[in-house]
């Protein structure tokens, strides 16, 4: 009886840690849902590696990419499984493939640019480069969480390349509630557990 109680209180907690997994992209640990999934605009025409341009930009593919050459081309990204919020650093992590280009952010009002640098890893055969972006530079205040985030892809390099854009994760995202209960379940059914063996001793 004990044994098959620890059993499930093992499962419950497993469970609570499963909800919570992790990507690793580039170097950078993301919870499974912590990626952009929702393309809510854009502007300009893109080539992609193949698919739709919400296809590539919303998987957790960083093999997956799409640039365009148009003037102002940009994408307003959403998370509908995850937030973005402002914590102690960087929050964002906006990956960008083969030379190392710059990415026009917008956040709330504000404008920023920032030239990715390498990762050291490569994604479908290209080096893979990011740039880490802190909400604190667009002015939100700690815990504050913006509903989407605009990346211009326009800004040519020396070389002529503009950015190719596979992925954007959440560096600090919020954990969803249902991960707490299942967290807070198991850990009452092993502190229910523990009371009833000391109380059988």
Same mark, same amino acid.
């Given at each position: 009886?004990?044994?098959?109680?620890?059993?499930?209180?093992?499962?419950?907690?497993?469970?609570?840690?499963?909800?919570?997994?992790?990507?690793?992209? /580039? $170097?950078?640990?993301?919870?499974?849902?912590?990626?952009?999934?929702?393309? @809510?605009?854009?502007?300009?025409?893109?080539?992609?590696?193949?698919?739709?341009?919400?296809?590539?930009?919303?998987?957790?593919?960083?093999?997956? @990419?799409?640039?365009?050459? %148009?003037?102002?081309?940009?994408?307003?990204?959403?998370?509908?499984?995850?937030?973005?919020?402002? /914590?102690?650093?960087?929050?964002?992590? =906006?990956?960008?493939? /083969? =030379?190392?280009?710059?990415?026009?952010?917008?956040?709330?009002?504000?404008?920023? %640019?920032?030239?990715?640098?390498?990762?050291?890893?490569?994604?479908?055969?290209?080096?893979?480069?990011?740039?880490?972006?802190?909400?604190?530079?667009?002015?939100?205040?700690?815990?504050?969480? *913006?509903?989407?985030?605009?990346?211009?892809?326009?800004?040519?390099?020396?070389? $002529?390349?503009?950015?190719?854009? *596979?992925?954007? /994760?959440?560096?600090?995202?919020? *954990?969803? *509630?249902?991960?707490?209960?299942?967290?807070?379940?198991?850990?009452?059914?092993? $502190?229910?557990?523990?009371?009833?063996?000391?109380?059988?001793?």
């Amino acid at each position: 009886m004990k044994v098959s109680n620890l059993i499930m209180a093992a499962t419950l907690v497993a469970a609570s840690t499963a909800a919570n997994a992790t990507v690793n992209v /580039g $170097g950078y640990s993301f919870a499974d849902n912590a990626f952009a999934d929702a393309l @809510w605009a854009s502007s300009g025409s893109f080539t992609t590696s193949g698919g739709s341009l919400a296809s590539v930009l919303t998987d957790k593919d960083a093999g997956t @990419w799409a640039y365009s050459y %148009s003037p102002g081309a940009f994408v307003s990204l959403g998370f509908t499984d995850n937030v973005v919020y402002n /914590g102690a650093g960087a929050d964002l992590a =906006i990956f960008e493939l /083969g =030379i190392p280009d710059s990415v026009k952010v917008n956040i709330g009002f504000q404008t920023k %640019s920032y030239l990715t640098a390498s990762t050291g890893y490569n994604a479908g055969g290209y080096a893979l480069n990011v740039a880490l972006v802190d909400l604190s530079d667009f002015g939100f205040a700690i815990g504050a969480i *913006p509903n989407y985030v605009t990346i211009g892809l326009d800004i040519q390099g020396q070389s $002529g390349t503009v950015p190719s854009l *596979p992925l954007v /994760g959440a560096l600090q995202p919020v *954990p969803e *509630p249902e991960s707490y209960a299942l967290m807070l379940s198991g850990l009452g059914l092993l $502190g229910f557990m523990a009371r009833r063996r000391k109380t059988n001793s």
